[in-house]
Each structure stands twice: as C-alpha cells, then as structure tokens.
C-alpha cells in the first residue's frame, strides 16, 4: 500500500482520534472503578467495539443485568448499525478479504468519514480499510490507556460515571436538532421515566425498551397503511 | 467477578453487534430496497433509544434527592447548555463530568 493513501487515510480519521482517544480513555477509568482491569477493557473493545453500548455493559456488567436485557439493549442500541451497514452494501463486496473486518469496524464516526470519501474505487477501498482499521487502534489504545491511568491515579473518581451521561444528553441534543418530528425522542422520555416509577431501578430497562420500540414500529407500521390510502 | 459471569454477557453483546452490523449483507442480494416503514423506524429509533438511556443514567436520582438527584441535573444542565453553546463534545463532557464529581463531593 502507498505510502500518500497512509498518510491520507490518517489525516481523515484525526477526527476520530480525537474523539476516540479521550471517550475510551474514560471507558477504560470507568472499567478500572468499576473493579474491571485494563486487559477486561481491552477484551470489550476487541470484540464488542461500540462506543455507547460498552458503558452501558459496564453498568449491567457491575449490577449483574439479566442476560436478556443485555441482549436487548444491544439489539436495539446497535440497530442503527444495521442502516449504516446497508450504505456500503456495494462497496463491502468488493473488497473481498477485507468484507468481514469491514463489517465489524463500522461506527458511527467510520461510517461518517467513509461515507465522505471521494476516491477512484482502488483508492477508496484502501482509505476506507486503513480509516477503519486505525479507528479501531485509536479505541483499544485508549480503552487500555483509561485502565493503566484509573489504576494509577491515587485519588478515588468518585462520579467519573457521569461521563456517559454527558455522551448521551449531547447525542440527544444532536438528534433532536437534526429532526423535526421530536415524538420517538419524548416518547422515549416518558415511557422510560413511567417503567422507572412501575417497575424500579433495577427492572425497568427491559419493559421501557420494548415499550418504546413497540409504539415506534406501530406508529410506523401505521404511517405506511395511511400512506397507501 | 468470575469469568462465568463476565464472559457471557460480553460474548453475547458482541454476537448480537456484529450479527446488526452483517445483516443487510444476508438479507439483502443485488438492488433489493428496503420497505419505507422500516427505512422510518430506522430514523426514528435512535432519539428514542437514546431517551430511554438518559432516564437510566439518572435513575438514582428519585431515591437520593439531595445526594444525588441535585449534582446529576445541575450537571445535565451544564451539558445542555455548553453543548448548545459550543457544540464541542469534549468540552461539554469534560464540563458536565467536573460539576458533577465537584458537587457530589461538596453537598
């Protein structure tokens, strides 16, 4: 592989660096406070690879969560993969080897980067494998990083879980402003407050998610039939 | 905790993520499209995901008002309202996550 594609590649993906360094950094301290060592981060962000949901683990993780509401939050946190993936349906195919690490790799900020790249197809192939393959560096690097440091560090992080809250609340922001119909956003809001009230901290999860996504699919379900009138 | 209980919820978590982020390599051959509903849910799923998940972040609030409740909404403000302002995400995490430790310390 060239050399100008490397260095090309990496000056896409400083975006993602940055932003992947710092939140699997605090991934990392909050495995560690949570009594998880680096190598068990490490394993995480080796195999499961998703940022949002990999904080939400670590809580079910330490509270002992059901095996059913892990799978079904992943199911329906990782989802919008499943739309990312069907972009690059074409584009994955043709890449032979390399389809299957592809797949595995997608993200929401590889899926963003990639999806911009406007290369002759050769040329595209390559960046998009290296984007992937040097975002995927970037979260292992930090996820132990986080661990080493939350080890080191003297004092105890009392309230370094916040983080994730912090991550949520502004991918809520970012949603909400990129739409007009805020309905999925409150409905979620208010189905998951009313589980919260009905079924208590530790059980609410399970009926709150399948609340929510039920209504979503009978509102959209509905929506077709009336389309179709 | 045991490796039985670490390994199965991880495994399984990223069974279920890679299987989501194959599956319209299975499902979908040639120029097949995607039925409109679906396409629909697909937008609107995340927001409301993303909903429910805050409301789990703050929990703990109704049970600990003064402990809790108090630093975890001063702080989601100072999210809101950074991120708003700035629209830089580190920013605003590292801002929220700082009130947030400073007040659970202090209160």
Known sequence: MK???????????????CSYIFVSIAYGIMMQNAGFPWFASLFVSLTVYTGAFQFVLITFLSSGASLLTVALTAFLMNSRQTFYSLTFLKEFR???????????????????????????????????????????CYWMIGSVLGGVLGQLLPVELNGIDFCMTALFVIIFIDQWEKTKKHTPALAGLAIGTLCLVLFGQQRFMLPALLGVSGLLVFMQAGGRAHESE | MSLNEFLPPVLLAAAITFFLRALPFLIFHGEKRMPGWLERLGQALPSAIMAVLIVYCLKDAGTDLRGVALPQFLAVGVVAVTYKWKHQTLFSIAAGTLVYMILLANL
Request: net charge positive.
């Open chain 1, 3 to 17: 050399k100008e594609i490397f260095r090309a590649a990496f000056v896409c993906s400083i975006p993602i660096l």
């Open chain 1, 94 to 136: 043709a890449m032979g080897k390399r389809k299957l690490y592809m797949i595995h790799t997608m993200t929401d900020e590889t899926y963003a980067v990639n999806y911009t790249l406007d290369l002759p197809e050769k040329e595209k192939q390559d960046t998009m494998f290296l984007v992937a393959f040097l975002s995927r």
